[in-house]
């Protein structure tokens, strides 16, 4: 298992940055992939970014350029760096994390983040 915490959450004006962190209860090594979701009032949560053995990323379109995703594998750290801010990204942002055990995927979340880009 792992529990997530995530943090960094806020308000901030358009064309502002944040960060936001996720704190992970196991080692980052031990996790097959770390992501970055978000779920805006009235919408399905979406896919943000992901990272993958602590190299491989992906973003979605609408983010691409603008945000980046990161780890810190001393501290199980996972971080989103959100620059160029609109208000379409406000929303709930969730940190995921996916475990491969023994053939079987499990899907781990944390309790989210509010995020509000509003002048």
């Known amino acids: 298992q792992v529990q997530l915490v995530e943090s960094g959450g806020g308000l901030v004006q358009p064309g502002g940055s944040l960060r936001l962190s996720c704190a992970a209860s196991?080692?980052?090594?031990?996790?097959?992939?770390m992501g970055w979701y978000r779920q805006a009032p009235g919408k399905q949560r979406e896919f943000v970014a992901t990272?993958?053995?602590?190299?491989?990323?992906n973003y979605a379109d609408s983010v691409k350029g603008r945000f980046t995703i990161s780890t810190d594998n001393a501290k199980n750290m996972v971080h989103l760096q959100m620059n160029s801010l609109k208000p379409e990204d406000t929303a709930v942002y969730y940190c995921?994390?996916?475990?491969?055990?023994?053939?079987?995927?499990?899907?781990?979340w944390g309790q989210g983040t509010q995020v509000t880009v509003s002048s």
């Open positions: 995921s994390a996916v475990l491969v055990e023994f053939g079987i995927t499990y899907d781990y």
């Open positions: 196991r080692s980052i090594f031990s996790i097959n992939a």
């Open positions: 990272i993958t053995s602590g190299v491989s990323t």
